[in-house]
């Protein structure tokens, strides 16, 4: 008798920048044989549901699980997603809101009991509820690469004394979690096909391909050196 799937539990932050690669994340796991479910909220489910659905149809294991965001009682109105944001003063209670979902998660998780779970870097409670559980967990974080490198020399070397809280965030919100452990994932993008599909992932259209057609137009022929002649 074959064993279960594995089971990895996604939880992405409610930004289009963190949902749109944690989504991809989950579809390529899915497309691995790894049952992926995506644990958000009604309004950020709606702009990923038609993609995770056609994957569903293909026989693929993966899902969205929906759980209520009780923005009213957080003082958000209206606020399921950073873009729903409309005034600056909301933008730190938005954030500190995330810990609501600290209950309603770890029940899911507890009935589950998940092989491992990919959570979004602000969501900070994730480590204790993952160590509670004894659930391996992966911190996700959407800065590139290099900018994350940046702030690793900051920490490393206190170079930037001007911006101590800064340095304190991150300290916060890595807590807990390995420091020297990570890799880079690649392009996630790249797991639907054609870039008008692409473009109209999350309902924003839009031509995508700026970045191919930036690096292309940076490209420069090789100059050609001219040795002297001799003479």
Not at 11 to 20: D, E, K, T, V, Y
Not at 25 to 33: K, V
Not at 62 to 67: A, K, L, R, V
Not at 74 to 98: H, Q, R, W
Request: glycine share 8%; with cysteine.
């Amino acid at each position: 008798m074959d064993p279960p799937p594995l089971h990895i539990v996604f939880l992405p932050f409610m930004a289009q920048g963190h949902m749109i690669p944690i989504t991809d994340m989950a579809r390529l796991f899915a497309r691995r044989g790894v049952k992926s479910t995506i644990i958000t909220t009604p309004l950020n489910a709606s702009l990923f549901s038609g993609k995770i659905r056609r994957d569903a149809q293909l026989g693929l294991p993966i899902e969205t699980h929906i759980i209520e965001f009780p923005c009213a009682e957080a003082g958000l109105p209206d606020c399921e997603n950073v873009n729903a944001i409309k005034s600056p003063e909301l933008t730190i209670p938005f954030f500190k809101s995330m810990a609501v979902f600290q209950r309603p998660v770890e029940d899911l998780l507890r009935q589950w009991r998940p092989d491992c779970i990919v959570a979004d870097v602000f969501f900070t409670w994730a480590t204790e509820t993952a160590d509670r559980l004894c659930i391996p967990m992966l911190f996700f974080n959407g800065t590139g690469a290099f900018a994350v490198s940046l702030l690793h020399a900051l920490k490393l070397h206190e170079a930037c004394s001007g911006e101590e809280w800064r340095l304190e965030r991150r300290r916060g919100v890595t807590r807990g979690a390995p420091t020297a452990s990570g890799c880079c994932a690649g392009a996630g993008v790249l797991c639907s096909a054609g870039w008008s599909r692409r473009g109209r992932r999350f309902g924003n259209g839009g031509a995508i391909d700026r970045v191919l057609c930036w690096l292309g137009s940076t490209r420069e022929e090789p100059k050609r050196r001219h040795l002297p002649q001799n003479r």
